[in-house]
């Protein structure tokens, strides 16, 4: 028994698919398609290609599968070709079917052979192997849908098929045999049925399936009228009664000619609700050893092959199609009764049509064997308990539930119980199911409206004891009469029978929420949702209310909910539920933990620092607020320059609190910076932008207070201890340079090995705290380079950052020195350049003056500004302390190897 697939002949469309079961009712096999899903697939392996799902199909969801296009193409690419063409084509092309001839071979067929002719030969096979073998049963064989059937369905039958090839095949065969010059040429079957492409397959004949449907929509498409193409004669011999085969009886009558009075002893059916059902009775019959008629001439189409579901003819009338067909039986029973010069008859026609046949025919030539395709079929059969089972799942508990209404397609309720066990559809497309889910929420509803009822009794007597607002609304925002006594005095307002809760809320909310609002009561209404989401999609969830009268906002908390009361009278139930003093209660709760926590935050950030350097932080930053006192009180001072070092002053105390990482108290400072970069761009300054500033400052002092108090709870406990002002200056440069490097991803070593006491002691110690603090900072950022960029530079991945102070007869030396990548001189030009800060082309190439340029405010190469770097106001800090004291700065950098600072601080000067 074969397993082997079976050539597709449908295609289907999913997209066009609705799954309203037209194919399943049409399909005479059924379970070849899968109902499963949302839309029908077909098994093309249990498919016997009958075609009557594509005619009963209305919405164009299955097609015929055949090979137009390829036969088309294969002409284009002037491959040797002839073709043959099934009698259906009169049907087709009454009046020109001769002229398609003549159009097949413009386009390069070189030779058409008419399968009428193939159909005189079938049935001489047939009469030959009736004589011989004396059967007691032949089934026609001439469709392949009913070859299919039997080979999957009913292999019991397969010994009764008539041991000949199809009419089609009888024509390809003779070819290959009478015909060698056409021995490697290419067949083209110009066809009613897409199902042959089956037949062509098992047999290894037969090349281009064309059915008359692809024909004709490659006609149209190409708009060409056949009449206006010669009609051409076909190839090889004529035909007699064959040209009748693709019509119900064609074979019987071209049997009776050879065989009077078989049809007698005929069974002649077609159709599909009647053939195979019939096929099905005769296995039965035959295994029971019943009688049965000597010859069955069936076909699988109600029309014949005249209307197969490769012509597209399933509408017209059978008279129409056969009309044609029979004029061309008389005029090729008259062309061979006038063959001999003496009076013509129909023995003597017979004769020579036998002379004809005889010389076209040979024994073995077109014998056909059939293959056991059942074990395809591997659907299995439910147990009775199993049957049970499926059927409980579509609801059918009782006899009188299994009434086989046949909507699910398949005729019978046991069939579609059948399909289910076999996964191949589900409960939910049996129509008594569906009726069953419906009684019960039916009852469902009922008992939940009973209940309901009663709750609204209770609702009722408990209504003018509530405290919140409870409320019904009808169609029409209409509040009705029966509102609980609360909700007079959560709206402020008496009197709401009748009044629209829109109307009331207006006031409230804004035209655009009003329309919200409306929208969420038509989805309550509607029930597009479950109760869980709508209350989730409320937008009016909790809203700010605004009394009427004293035009004061209260909040208010809202609920709605649908009430059915029956009999399409719908309500909604609604609640309002004064919330302000429950609001204002959480923001009391959230500002103080808020509060709590920054005092948390600060005093853990506190905690981990040296006293000493937590005294210099404090000491360092009351001198910066008071300077940045003093220059907010200098009238003298432009407000341009004023915010310039103002800027500098809040930069330095936001780098102190980043060494000792105090993020909390930073972040601020660096909030504050925006703000002044933002105002530095405008060209005048006007007071009211200043006194935002001061204001500002003034919040950070309240932070700074909260420090110092935090500080003092510390030191409390810590003891302040002291430390040299070596130890202090070095610990906050060390942890200046580990937070950047940190928030850079960078490694860094700090290294001050060469550090004079005396001169530490005699020097400006803040002074030298500010300066060094953005040169450390300022190193990392733009000198060291990142660890892959280093090693890819054969230096080592952590950079170091050098500092030494020494002290002279006349003046402190401070050298910061890294071993970083040097000063970018193009990108400091590109940088001068965009701030006009050249006067001429010389300036541009003075590596000297382009070194004074980075000391300008605002100048920074960084693409983006950070809390670390980037805003363009250290290296102006630091040039204007040292400036203060009379200093001296020099700058020198080599590409690739780092940038070095001397600062020089004369020492006369510090006492002044």
């Known amino acids: 028994m074969g397993k082997e697939k079976l050539t597709p002949v449908i295609k289907l ?10 194919c399943i009712t049409a399909c005479p096999v059924k379970y070849c398609i899968d109902g499963s899903g949302s839309v029908l697939k077909i098994n093309h392996d249990l498919c016997i290609g009958c075609g009557h799902c594509i005619i009963a199909c209305t919405h164009n969801a299955r097609m015929v599968l055949d090979d137009g296009e390829a036969f088309f193409k294969a002409l284009e690419q002037k491959e040797k070709m002839i073709a043959i063409i099934a009698p259906a084509v009169v049907a087709n092309f009454p009046d020109t079917y001769r002229n398609l001839n003549g159009y097949l071979q413009s386009l390069g067929v070189e030779a058409v052979f008419d399968v009428s002719f193939g159909a005189e030969l079938t049935v001489f096979s047939y009469m030959q192997y009736i004589r011989e073998g004396r059967p007691d049963l032949v089934i026609a064989q001439p469709c392949p849908a009913i070859v299919t059937y039997i080979e999957l369905y009913h292999p019991e039958l397969l010994p009764y098929l008539a041991p000949a090839d199809s ?47 692809s024909l004709k929509k490659h006609l149209e498409e190409q708009r060409v009228d056949l009449a206006s193409f010669p009609a051409m004669e076909y190839a090889g011999p004529p035909a007699e009664r064959g040209v009748t085969f693709s019509e119900p009886g064609g074979l019987l009558i071209t049997a009776d000619r050879e065989m009077p009075g078989i049809w007698e002893r005929t069974r002649q059916i077609e159709g599909v609700h009647t053939v195979y059902p019939y096929l099905k009775h005769l296995a039965e019959t035959l295994e029971q050893g019943g009688e049965t008629f000597f010859l069955v001439d069936c076909l699988n189409c109600e029309k014949g092959c005249n209307g197969g579901p490769g012509t597209g003819n399933a509408k017209t009338p059978r008279t129409n199609l056969e009309i044609p067909i029979q004029r061309r039986r008389r005029a090729m029973e008259a062309h061979y009764n006038v063959q001999d010069p003496s009076p013509p008859s129909p023995e003597k026609g017979r ?52 009434y086989n209404c046949t909507s699910c397609g398949y005729g019978s309720c046991q069939e579609m119980a059948f399909a289910i066990f076999n996964k191949l559809n589900q409960p939910r497309n049996c129509h008594h199911y569906n009726l069953f889910l419906l009684k019960r929420e039916h009852r469902l509803t009922q008992k ?18 509530l405290r919140v607002g409870l409320f019904l609304m009808d169609r029409g925002y209409a509040i009705q009469p029966q509102y609980s006594k609360a909700l007079e ?20 909310i804004s035209p655009k929420e009003q329309e919200g609002l409306q929208d969420y009561f038509t989805m309550v209404f509607d029930r597009a949702f479950d109760q869980k989401m709508l209350e989730d999609i409320n937008p009016l969830q909790e809203f700010t209310y605004i009394n009427p009268q004293t035009k004061e906002g209260k909040n208010l908390r809202t609920t709605f909910a649908l009430v059915d009361r029956g009999h399409d009278i719908v309500f909604i139930l609604g609640t309002l539920e004064d919330i302000t003093a429950e609001k204002k209660l959480q ?144 610990d906050s440069l060390q942890k200046a340079c580990e937070k950047a490097a940190q928030a850079l991803d960078k490694k860094v070593r700090f290294v001050a090995d060469a550090l004079d006491p005396q001169a530490m002691d005699r020097g400006p110690r803040r002074l030298m705290k500010e300066v060094l603090t953005q040169l450390v900072r300022n190193a990392v950022y733009h000198g060291i380079e990142p660890p892959a960029e280093r090693c890819a530079q054969g230096k080592d991945a952590a950079g170091i950052i050098y500092l030494a102070i020494q002290g002279a007869d006349h003046a402190i030396h401070l050298k910061l020195q890294d071993d970083g990548r040097g000063l970018d001189f193009d990108k400091i030009r590109e940088k001068a350049e965009r701030m006009h800060l050249l006067r001429n082309q010389a300036d541009a190439q003075d590596k000297n003056y382009l070194l004074r340029t980075i000391f300008e405010p605002g100048f920074s190469t960084a693409e983006v500004a950070g809390i670390h770097a980037g805003r363009g106001i250290g290296l102006n800090l630091v040039r204007d302390r040292i400036r203060e004291v009379r200093g001296l700065i020099k700058v020198q950098s080599q590409p690739g190897k780092g940038t070095a600072f001397n600062i020089y601080i004369p020492i006369e000067t510090l006492g002044e």
């Open 587 to 730: 923001q009391e709760l959230a500002a103080s933990e808020n509060k709590r926590q920054e005092e948390m935050q600060s005093l853990f950030e506190v905690i981990q620092v040296d006293p000493r350097v937590l005294h210099d932080f404090i000491e360092d930053t009351d001198y910066e607020f008071e300077r940045i006192n003093e220059l907010l009180k200098n009238r003298a001072l432009s407000s341009k320059l004023a915010m310039v070092e103002i800027f500098q002053a809040v930069h330095a105390m936001k780098s102190n609190a980043l060494i000792l990482g105090l993020d909390t108290f930073s972040n601020k400072l660096h909030d504050l910076e925006s703000n002044i970069k933002k105002m530095q761009a405008q060209e005048d300054i006007p007071f009211e932008a200043v006194l935002h500033i001061a204001l500002a400052l003034e919040k950070i002092m309240q932070e700074q207070d909260k420090l110092r108090i935090a500080i003092e709870r510390i030191n409390s406990f810590k003891g302040k201890g002291r430390k040299q002002n070596e130890y202090v200056l070095v």
């Open 489 to 508: 005095r959560v709206l402020a307002v008496k009197d709401l029978q009748r009044k629209n809760f829109i109307d009331l809320v207006s006031a409230s």
């Open 448 to 465: 939940l409206t009973q209940e309901l009822q009663g709750e609204r009794d209770e609702i009722t007597v408990m209504k003018d004891n």
């Open 13 to 22: 469309d999913n997209e066009k698919c609705v799954n309203c079961y037209a």
């Open 351 to 402: 004769k020579k049509l036998n002379e004809i046949l005889t010389r076209y025919w040979k024994p073995g030539l077109y014998t056909r064997t059939y293959q056991d395709r059942s074990a395809q079929y591997t659907l299995k059969e439910p147990t009775p308990e199993q049957l049970t089972e499926v059927y409980r799942s579509m609801g059918k508990y009782r006899q009188q539930d299994i």
């Open 167 to 213: 009419p089609m095949l009888h024509t390809m065969r003779m070819i290959q045999e009478y015909y060698p010059a056409y021995a490697h040429h290419r067949i083209a079957i110009i066809s009613p049925c897409m199902a042959k492409r089956r037949e062509f397959d098992e047999l290894g004949l037969g090349d281009y399936n064309v059915t008359f449907i």
